[in-house]
């Protein structure tokens, strides 16, 4: 945190501060930071109220904000919805149509504003990568964008800025950090022993420190453990040499947070399973050794098939009763009446998976098992 | 391979093309790379020569023609020693001081030009960090420097350009990985199942796939893993929140190299088996988990000390006999009457070792063990 003000210095003059609803105000954390961006010489504006599933609209106020003000960098102050804010509002500062047109796929950004991080919640890996998503209430669409612009000049990881998250929002991050493996763990590439042992490792250590996180909220290692698994989860590395990562899930997830306002995370631990009963088959050798290495399966005495299986009943087992967040579309009150809806939607711009490529007959199964009962 | 003149252009318009003693002349390498160049308008002046363990007169010599031809990007084509003297000239551009200075630590870079980097060997990680190593023979000097301006703006990490790198030096190159990984693991702190995690995968791929590689010069899974091995084990994630890692080792080999000219993974083989039985006491626990996962040394019935000493034999073992490497300075014919005026000159900077701190006492020990019988 000591390096707050240097940081930003050295990437702008005048820094717009991005925030979400309250926290950092009164935690005392803005406060901080204003004071270091002051003795540094650097000037700030204001923007705050950014939602989670944050939206399209304070994108556009941002934006506005950044021209008006003669705004040359955007500092986030918050968890990955301020982040990726704060991207889209780095990358629309200089473009005068709608913001939207980048996630709608009807413009890229030439450029981007450069953007620094203070975060306060391990969850999406924003702080280390060129990605943001965004929410459009006015078409109910959550769309992401990826642009190398977007990349943070800085981030500022301090484990003790999470003591204060609540265990909902903790266990929402660990389940947005788990997928962002998943994501990228689930390819038919060969010989990626680098990539596997990496992807393990990180699935492991969440799997052991997050129930010490939420038993002790100010765990400094656990805390510490999670903040840096969370942007070694989605920095490139996984990926790196096996293709970029499925992501269908994240695509039939972004539906339900944008129809129905579910977390990120939430959203993410109802239609994994779901996905996972759908896809195994493709390649239960992966599977199996998803179940062993990241869960702990003995694999002793099991047939293939089984072995796949209690892997993924392992992890819902998991999300359901160590972390406490359900894993269907019921345990929220959502009833299937838009599942054909969100097919379609979340079918709109490309192809949905790569491990496994999804018709339309797969979204819609895979949507039905994620309701439950 | 196809992107470099992409690449380069984006860095510069007139590139200094270094290159190491011949390999990527003869093999065809520097043509396609000039004709990449060229094709994308960038201007090539040739710097050849350098030399493993590369010294400050090939860097003298590429400042001087940075200056004389106004050259703005430096290009290395070649492995770690090319990298090397490519970043030191990229620094000593813009310095009118003699550039040894900065190893010297009597100045540092103000700035550097940009880098790039087409790589043909897997060892040094020196693509993808701000290191240099450069040798001064007139003083008998190895040192190092850092400048975060060194890191290359691009590296293109192509496996199959190393398909021809001869048994011995692809050897050599697994000691200097695995070495990178040791100066890294070997640390006190606690808690850190990320960095450890990484590190044992990154030990563990390179132990199991090296053999493949010696065996089948062009197994592409094999010097791909390597490859990707070299740049993960020194591009700063192993030491991220483990205090940067130890270094004694690199230190006392750079005496050895500097002394008596043999290749830096030659002399890595010699002193980290003499180093670890030094120092092993210091945190026995990291050295039994350091014999499972790294080497798969089967604790069961073994008392603790007898656990971390079998999996130094077990390095010790695998240097001398897969990898045919020898790990006594006796098999090279050096005797030990310079180990005094090489612990005097490993000790000059500054103090050596945090996993254990070493006195003088300690690195003569350690060197007298290195000797063998």
Redesign the interface.
């Known amino acids: 945190m000591a390096n707050v003000g240097v940081e930003a210095a050295a990437a702008g003059k005048r820094a717009l501060v991005v925030t979400g609803t309250g926290s950092v105000k009164k935690n005392g954390l803005l406060d901080v930071v204003m004071s270091a961006l002051d003795s540094e010489g650097v000037e700030a504006v204001e923007l705050s109220g950014v939602v989670p599933n944050p939206e399209i609209g304070s994108v556009r106020e941002g934006a506005a904000l950044c021209r008006e003000r003669g705004v040359d960098m955007v500092l986030a102050v918050g968890g990955g919805s301020v982040v990726d804010a704060a991207k889209a509002i780095a990358a629309a500062a200089d473009y005068y149509g709608d913001p939207w047109d980048f996630f709608d796929k009807k413009a890229k950004p030439a450029k981007a504003l450069p953007i620094g991080v203070v975060l306060t919640l391990s969850a999406t890996g924003s702080e280390m990568n060129g990605n943001s998503v965004i929410t459009n209430p006015e078409t109910s669409e959550k769309r992401p964008m990826y642009h190398p612009a977007l990349y943070p000049r800085f981030s500022i990881l301090d484990p003790e800025l999470t003591f204060t998250v609540p265990p909902d929002q903790t266990a929402y991050g660990v389940v947005d950090i788990l997928s962002h493996v998943f994501e990228q763990y689930f390819h038919n590439v060969?010989?990626t022993?680098?990539q596997?042992?990496?992807a393990?490792?990180?699935m492991?250590?969440v799997v052991?420190?997050a129930p010490l996180a939420l038993k002790k909220p100010d765990d400094y290692?656990a805390r510490?453990?999670l903040m840096?698994?969370s942007s070694?989860a989605l920095n490139g590395?996984l990926a790196?040499?096996t293709g970029g990562g499925d992501w269908a899930s994240h695509m039939l997830e972004h539906e339900l947070s944008a129809k129905y306002g579910i977390a990120h995370g939430a959203g993410l631990a109802v239609i994994f399973p779901a996905w996972m009963r759908r896809v195994y088959k493709t390649n239960i050798v992966r599977f199996m050794q998803f179940a062993v290495n990241a869960w702990g399966v003995d694999p002793t005495g099991l047939k293939e098939e089984d072995l796949a299986v209690k892997g993924i009943e392992a992890m819902e087992n998991y999300f359901r009763n160590t972390l406490n967040v359900p894993v269907t579309m019921a345990d929220y009150g959502i009833d299937g009446s838009r599942i054909e809806e969100m097919a379609d939607s979340a079918m709109k711009h490309k192809k949905l998976g790569s491990f496994m490529s999804l018709s339309r007959d797969d979204v819609i199964a895979i949507y039905e098992t994620a309701l439950g009962s």
Chains 1, 2 share one sequence.
Do not use: C, F, K
């Open positions: 060969q010989d022993p680098l596997d042992g990496l393990e490792t990180i492991w250590t052991n420190y290692n510490a453990n840096w698994a070694l590395l790196a040499g």
